[in-house]
Structures are given as C-alpha cells and as structure tokens.
C-alpha cells in the first residue's frame, strides 16, 4: 500500500483526519516512577490503550524527533517504541524531523526513518533543492514525503514570503512539488495561514495530483478548522489530508481537569473529531 492509500483508508477506518503530534514535555507528563524515557512511552502507551478501549482514534499521529531527542538514547528509544506500537494500531506515523541535507546524508537520514524507525512518512525542508528530497524518494517511493511550503509560526514571513519574480518563496516551493511530484510528496501549510493555504492549495488543485497536506497550528496556536477545512474540502478527496494538534491533544487534562489524562486527550480528540467531520 502506497502512502496516499494509506491515508485514504486511515481516514476512513478512523473518521478521522486529525493528526495528533506527539510531542513530550517531561514537567507536563503526570507519570513520575523510571526514567524520562519510561514516563513517556507510558504515558503514551496509556492513552493509545484508551483511543482503542473507546474506539477513538486520530487519522495519523506525529512525533517531533527534537522532543525526544533532548532526553538523549533514553528518548530516542521511547520514540522508536512509541512508532512501533502505533503503527501496531493500523495508525499512519509521519516523523516530523524536517530534515534537508544532500547526497550521502540525506540517504542516511531516509534510511534512519524509513528503516530504523519505520516511519509512513516524513517532514522535509526544500532549502537545499531536489537533492535535499530525490534520495527519499528514489530509495523509499512507497512512503510519504511532506516539504515544509508555509509554516505556522509567526516569523514564517521572514524567508517563505519574500517575493521573487513576482511571486511569495512559499508559491514556488508549492509550485517545486509540481514538478518533483511522486506519489506521496506532500505539502506543510499551516492553519494559522487560510489565505496563503488557499493560495498553495489552488496550485495542487489545478494540477489534478492528489498532493496531501500537512496542516500544524489548529490547536493551541490558535488556527481556524473551519477556515481550513473551506480550504480542503474543495479538493479531490479530503481524505488525503491531514489536520495537526499536539499540546491540546497531548495535555488536554489541564482544560478536561476532572478527567484522567488518558481519558481527556481521547475526549479532547472525539471532540476535534466531531467538529471536523461537521464542517466537512
């Protein structure tokens, strides 16, 4: 199964298309017996165990390589366990690691995902060009590849809105997956920006491509789901795309505070769940 397919039939397995990021905060893991690297894999053992007690599930999940890599080999190791179990669950897993290197590197770095960690898919910077990409690709043409096109932070402007020949980085960057399409080759847009997201996804629109996006900022960074889903919803298939939270999703016993934080993420994710699949 190619990844787009494996998108498509997550979300409809699941009905769901939420990403829920996995990211560990070890102040904010209420789990305090072993090491870092134990608390959190429990902790996300636990609320996986819970998404399958209650038949609730995100349509993918991602894991941001940097909040386990800053606990050292014990963290590294949770987050190899922590993709191994939710692959287990039939659950696609992007490694968000936003790599761009050339060459022999990048040929490392996609044999570390894709073989070591067994990722469906992972993040990818453009700014080296094709040869940053070509090696992911050419060696794993079955997995995912999402090219960051217009981030979600606030500062994203300083490079991604430049103009040059008339147009914003971020349009050329959309229109460099075009031509490198394979695929699985997707695009980060963030919901924190509707206007330049309608803009990128027009692009993919017209090139009749089934292009999947990953979309960071409609959690606490304060993104519209229902802007992003005016967006999405006029492409080919809505299937295909991907909608992320991390720390609403993650820590959602801090607004759900009678509630077990296994049980509250899981309710914090049914009821993302709900409000996307009635808007779209």
């Known amino acids: ?66 909040f386990y890599a800053q606990y050292g080999i014990d963290g590294i190791s949770a987050l190899e366990k ?8 039939g659950i696609p897993v992007i490694l968000d ?6 060459g022999k590197t990048a040929k490392a770095y ?31 043409p079955d997995k995912g590849y999402y090219i960051l096109t217009k981030t979600s932070n606030s500062s994203s402007g300083e490079i991604q809105d430049i103009k040059s020949d008339n147009k914003e980085i971020f349009i050329h960057v959309a ?5 490198w399409y394979h695929p699985g080759i997707g695009s980060v847009a963030g919901a924190t920006y509707p206007e330049q997201l309608e803009k990128i996804s027009n692009i993919f629109i017209g090139s009749g491509k089934e292009i999947p996006f990953l979309i960071p900022g409609a959690g606490t960074q304060g993104g ?40 509250a993420s899981v309710e914090a994710l049914k009821k993302m769940n709900d409000e996307i699949n009635g808007l779209s």
């Open 1 to 66: 199964m190619n990844y787009i397919d494996l998108l498509k039939n997550s979300a409809e397995k699941y009905s769901s298309i939420v990403c829920m990021g996995l990211d560990p905060v070890i102040e904010d893991i209420p789990e305090d017996a072993g090491t870092h690297g134990e608390r959190i894999f429990r902790f996300y053992e636990n609320i996986l165990n819970k998404h399958i007690q209650k038949n609730i599930f995100p349509g993918a999940v991602k894991p941001n390589y940097a």
């Open 82 to 89: 922590i993709m191994k179990i939710y692959k287990a669950a």
């Open 97 to 102: 690691y936003k790599r761009g290197d050339i």
């Open 110 to 140: 996609a044999k570390e995902a894709f073989d070591f960690f067994d990722a469906d898919s992972v993040t990818l910077s453009p700014f080296l060009g094709y040869d940053s990409i070509e090696p992911y690709i050419k060696e794993y």
């Open 175 to 179: 229109e460099l997956i075009l031509k």
């Open 224 to 263: 519209s789901i229902e802007e992003v889903i005016k967006v999405i919803k006029r492409s080919s298939d809505i299937r295909i795309h991907r909608i992320n939270a991390s720390s609403s999703l993650n820590y959602a016993y801090k607004t759900f505070k009678d509630l077990k934080y296994d049980d």
